[in-house]
T-cell receptor, first 115, second 112 residues
Framework: NAGVTQTPKFQVLKTGQSMTLQCAQD?????MSWYRQDPGMGLRLIHY???????DQGEVPNGYNVSRSTTEDFPLRLLSAAPSQTSVYFC??????????????FGPGTRLTVL | SQQGEEDPQALSIQEGENATMNCSYK?????LQWYRQNSGRGLVHLIL?????REKHSGRLRVTLDTSKKSSSLLITASRAADTASYFC????????????FGKGTKLTVNP
């Protein structure tokens, strides 16, 4: 199994451009999430999905859109990139572990710079 | 807002020593998890402890949870250079939330 894959690994955008960060998982997990990580910070939740066709906002959703048409894929769209969106983006898929909590599996990340 | 706060922010020790990191949180939880992040990589799940558990072990890792103090600690025994990483605690918001909230992490350096 490849686990969680993310593309691209690096991206540079100009202010105002749009793009889509791709995320795919092959573990048949129902839950998927997008986080951003800024220097010296933990991860902040952007959007998440509890299954195909169902998405919801996290802590910092502004400027981002998501959709979940299949169990495997959960793309993140930046509508009009801004310098404040310069960050490392992580996608995660998860399932309910034996302890009743969501155990998350993370992709390798996409490092995005907005000029 | 972040639910968990790790302490210390950075920790430097010698190989073979034990490393202890602490996490405090604000609201009631169903469970608490610890993750490791190597430089430039994604997070890796280490251990989950439920709110009705006080201690859990996994290899050289020992996690404790004190719900009365809203705090948890992660102990790594006999540390190795390969343990050098950032460590994050993550909590659910209680009530069956599908969202995990991460702290800012403790950066651990283990010197050979």
């Amino acid at each position: 199994n490849a686990g969680v894959t993310q593309t691209p690994k690096f991206q540079v955008l100009k202010t105002g451009q749009s793009m889509t960060l791709q995320c795919a998982q092959d573990m048949n997990h129902e839950y998927m999430s997008w986080y951003r990580q800024d220097p010296g910070m933990g991860l902040r939740l952007i959007h998440y999905s509890v299954g195909a066709g169902i998405t919801d906002q996290g802590e910092v959703p502004n400027g981002y859109n998501v959709s979940r048409s299949t169990t495997e894929d959960f793309p993140l769209r930046l509508l009009s990139a801004a310098p404040s969106q310069t960050s490392v983006y992580f996608c995660a898929s998860s399932y309910y572990a034996g302890g009743g909590g969501l155990e998350q599996f993370f992709g390798p990340g996409t490092r995005l710079t907005v000029l | 807002s972040q639910q968990g706060e790790e302490d210390p922010q950075a920790l430097s020790i010698q190989e073979g020593e034990n490393a202890t990191m602490n996490c405090s949180y604000k609201t009631s939880i169903n469970n608490l998890q610890w993750y490791r992040q190597n430089s430039g990589r994604g997070l890796v799940h280490l251990i989950l402890i439920r709110s009705n558990e006080r201690e859990k072990h996994s290899g050289r890792l020992r996690v404790t949870l004190d719900t009365s103090k809203k705090s948890s600690s992660l102990l790594i025994t006999a540390s190795r250079a390969a343990d050098t990483a950032s460590y994050f605690c993550a909590t659910d918001a209680g009530g069956g939330s599908e969202k995990l909230v991460f702290g800012k992490g403790t950066k651990l350096t283990v010197n050979p």
